[in-house]
Structures are given as structure tokens and as C-alpha cells.
């Protein structure tokens, strides 16, 4: 009998485990352990008062196919939502700017659009265009995000437009954050067209059709009754005999040729093979520092969401759209705001709104410093300003989520590279997958988490 441990019950975990559940034969055994008292990591949907309130995860890409396939495998497929508006804004200087007509990921394609809109200023328009006729000299290495759009089209629409979308995603520093380890289709577009704005008038092309316009509309899903029901869905179609909560894995040794996971109530498990199916600090906790050295100082942020509920009235009109990003021109608490009634409107009542804040940057202790109250409190003082938004909610509901976001440090592919070379010397055998690795979105991390679920199969029936 071979034997395969997953460690971490986060949807990773969960998707690797539902794999080997339909995959493996009846000689394999899988067991999932994780260290909290439920299952779903930070996928958690609060039904309060009529509303659908995330406090984790909301919706998922649809262009990325990994999360589909497992919703239908799920049986899910009659309880997809698609996002009913797509156009976003930009809180800068006081206003809020809609998001340029043509833009990709913050990219604008269109230099009409971009002469029109009302966020970056005349001189800051006039120097964007100019990277239609920018020479290109291709990179012998990985560069910052940062770096690598501000030589194209100038600080000021980097600072406006472009840092507040590509931050929003990774809640990290963007010149800190590898181009090729987050969107190496940025430079595959400039090497083939010679400009950024003309490789990616065909968004298609290069696999980027997220732009925060209205052209948006339909780009994400969710489920009708909560996003919490994906994980739940999964842990349904599990053998509960092989799943196994409040067991905390503490660390992992090589013993002959097998491994052992010794959990911190002092069990012992052995096994053939295991995936590590957390982010990288727990790899770094369960093996010695020389193996994981690759990843060790990267880092993960501290992040809040505060969703507040209010009764609707013409005080509180908002835009057509899905919400706004706050530029990182003044430092301001939140950085995004969801309009869900607007987004989602099957999560919110009849003449009530939802509006679900972010909060939380990387290198910013403000999460980790802030009782509930006072994240509150400071959430409403950016709505006044933002939105005009005075009255007071009818309710919060406040999710905290600590080290949860993974940075993805310029050199990252590389680091990763060295990070499987040390285990094949160090633990043969152990394998990891999640968001610190190839990808942050849902569907990357079921991609991920599947591929080595198939792979650590397929080595254990050799």
C-alpha cells in the first residue's frame, strides 16, 4: 500500500485531495490534514439579514479554465453567477475616474481613451503615448513591475492607473513584484509588437481580457449561494475517513526512504510522499532553512476585508460599475472598495447596499495594529471622502486575513526553480502547492494543486 499526505486543507488542499480521491487506485491511500477546526481556508460566506457576505474569496477568472472544469465536475454549474457590470474607477485627487475604455490590467491600449480620461494629467497623458515609439530592448533578466512601466509610460500613469490595479491583485509592491513570475505576457506582447500599447490591442493574444471596464462584464464567476460552497462541495465528495482536522503538522524527515510528518500532539505519520499544500512559511516551518533558503525572506501581507451594509437612498447613489481602486498618490486606509449590490446584485436585498472595503498593503502593519472598530471607523472616514457616504451602516462584518497574501519578488521563477532542486536533494518525495508558487487566483491554485496531486500519483505507481 502506498501512501500519500496532504498538509493544508485550503482549497489547494482540497482540490489535490479530491484529485487522488477520483484518481487513485485502490492499493493508494490519501489522507488531507489541516491544522484548523474547519475545512475551505480563507473561503467563508456570512448569510445575514438577506445578505451574501464574503469574507474571503468572491469570484474566480472564467478565461482560466481550471476553475470551471472543477465547478462542473463538482455538479456546481447551475449555481454559477456571472458579474453583472464591469466597468471600474480610480480614486485620485478627490474624484473618482473611470478606468480608460481599452485598458488591460491598468495597460491602456487606446491613446484616444486615454487623452480623454479625466485621471492623469495633460503631461502625464502626453508621455504615456510616447511609448508607442519607445525603443524596446529586450531584458537579460526578470525586472520589476514597477520598473518596467515606469520606463514605458512615465511615473504618473504607474502612480494613477496602473500600480492600484496590478497592487490590487497581489496586495504587494509592484516595484518589488517580478514581471515574469506575474504577467511575463506583458513582455512576450512588447518583444512581438515593439510596444506594450500595440501587442496588446489584441488582448486574446496574450491571454488578458480582465480590464475593468465595461468590457468586463461576464469575466467572473461565483456561486449563487456563497463561494464557501466550492470548498464545502469538495469536502462532501471526500471520504471523511481520510480527512482529519485539528492536526497540525509540525515537521517532515526522511527515514528510510520513506517520510514521516510529526504533528504537534506528537503522532507520527508515515508515508511515500507528501504535498505541502500551504503557503511557503509553512514550508518553511515543516523542513530545515537550507532547503527553503530560495523562499524564506519572501513576503506575505496582512489583509482585512470590511463589508458594510446600509439601507439604499439618493445619498447613497453610486456609479454604474463594480467599484473603485484608490491610487497610491496619498495614503489613504483602504485601498478598494466592491459596490456588490452593483457587481453581484443576487448577494444584496432590494434597496439595500453592500459595500465591501479593502484594507491592507505590503510592508503596512495598520491590519496587525487596529481593533475591528477602528478598521471600521477608518473605512467610513475614506467612504465620506471618496463617495460622499455619511450615513451609518446597518451592520459590519469584519474578516481578517494574517501573512495570507504572497509577494512575488523579482526573481521568482528562479527561486522557484532552486526551491524544487533542494527538495529532490533534501526531501524526494515532497512537493508543494498554493498561492506563494504559481499564481494567486483561484484557478491557479486548483491548477497547481492538481497538477502535483497527478504528478505525486503517477511517481507512486511506477
Known amino acids: 500500500m502506498k501512501r500519500i499526505i496532504i498538509i493544508g486543507g485550503g482549497l489547494s488542499g482540497l482540490a489535490a485531495a479530491y484529485t487522488l480521491e477520483k ?71 478627490g474624484k473618482l475616474h473611470p478606468i480608460p475604455e481599452g485598458s488591460v490590467m491598468g495597460i491602456p491600449t487606446d491613446s ?24 524596446f530592448e529586450p531584458f537579460d533578466k526578470d525586472v520589476s513591475l514597477g520598473e518596467f512601466f515606469e520606463q514605458r509610460f512615465g511615473l504618473e500613469l504607474v502612480k494613477c492607473l496602473i500600480e492600484p490595479l496590478l ?36 488582448p486574446e493574444s496574450v491571454q488578458l481580457k480582465t480590464t475593468n471596464t465595461k468590457n468586463t462584464i461576464g469575466a467572473f464567476r461565483t456561486l449563487r449561494n456563497g463561494l464557501a460552497d466550492l470548498p464545502a462541495q469538495i469536502v462532501a465528495s471526500l471520504s471523511p475517513a481520510h480527512c482529519h482536522l485539528n492536526q497540525r503538522a509540525e515537521k517532515i524527515r526522511r527515514k528510510n526512504g520513506s517520510l514521516e510528518v510529526r ?52 445619498e447613497s447613489d453610486l456609479p454604474e460599475g463594480t467599484g473603485y481602486l484608490v491610487a497610491r ?46 478598521l471600521i471607523e477608518l473605512v467610513r472616514q475614506d467612504y465620506q ?36 532542486q533542494n527538495l529532490k536533494m533534501q526531501y524526494p518525495g515532497v512537493e508543494f502547492a498554493g498561492m506563494s508558487y504559481q499564481g494567486v487566483g483561484i484557478p491557479d491554485c486548483i491548477a497547481l494543486a492538481r497538477k502535483k496531486a497527478r504528478q505525486l500519483l503517477n511517481e507512486v505507481t511506477e
Open 23 to 93: 484518481e487513485a487506485q485502490e492499493n493508494i491511500q490519501w489522507d488531507l490534514y489541516e491544522q484548523g477546526e474547519r475545512f475551505g481556508g480563507k473561503f467563508e460566506t456570512v448569510k445575514r439579514d438577506g445578505f451574501l457576505i464574503e469574507k474571503g474569496p468572491d469570484s474566480f477568472l472564467a478565461r482560466k479554465p481550471a476553475g470551471i472544469e472543477l465547478v462542473n465536475e463538482l455538479g456546481l454549474s447551475d449555481q454559477l453567477v456571472t458579474n453583472s457590470t464591469g466597468q471600474s474607477f480610480i480614486f485620485h485627487d
Open 112 to 135: 484616444a481613451a486615454l487623452m480623454k480620461s479625466t485621471l492623469v494629467s495633460e503631461a502625464g497623458k502626453a508621455r504615456a503615448v510616447q511609448e508607442h515609439d519607445l525603443p
Open 167 to 202: 497592487s490590487g491583485i497581489y496586495a504587494g509592491n509592484i516595484y518589488q513584484m517580478s514581471l515574469r513570475a506575474t504577467f511575463p505576457q506583458f513582455e512576450e506582447a512588447i518583444q512581438r509588437a515593439g510596444s506594450l500599447m500595440q501587442g496588446l490591442k489584441v
Open 263 to 314: 504533528f504537534s500532539d506528537g503522532s507520527i505519520e508515515e508515508c511515500d510522499k507528501v504535498l505541502i499544500a500551504a503557503t511557503h512559511d509553512t514550508l518553511a516551518r515543516l523542513l530545515d532553512a537550507e532547503t527553503t533558503a530560495p523562499l524564506n525572506e519572501e513576503p506575505l501581507t496582512t489583509l482585512a476585508t470590511i463589508s458594510l451594509a446600509y439601507d439604499k437612498s439618493e
Open 329 to 374: 498618490t496619498k495614503n489613504y486606509a483602504t485601498t478598494a472598495c466592491t459596490w456588490v449590490e452593483k457587481k453581484w446584485p443576487h448577494m444584496v436585498p432590494e434597496g439595500k447596499m453592500l459595500l465591501r472595503g479593502f484594507v491592507g498593503k505590503a510592508g503596512d502593519t495598520l491590519v496587525r495594529q487596529k481593533t475591528d472598530e477602528e
Open 385 to 420: 471622502e471618496m463617495m460622499d457616504l455619511k450615513k451609518t451602516p446597518l451592520f459590519a462584518e469584519v474578516s481578517r486575513m494574517q501573512d495570507a497574501m504572497p509577494s512575488y519578488t523579482v526573481g521568482h521563477k528562479q527561486k522557484l526553480m532552486q526551491l524544487s
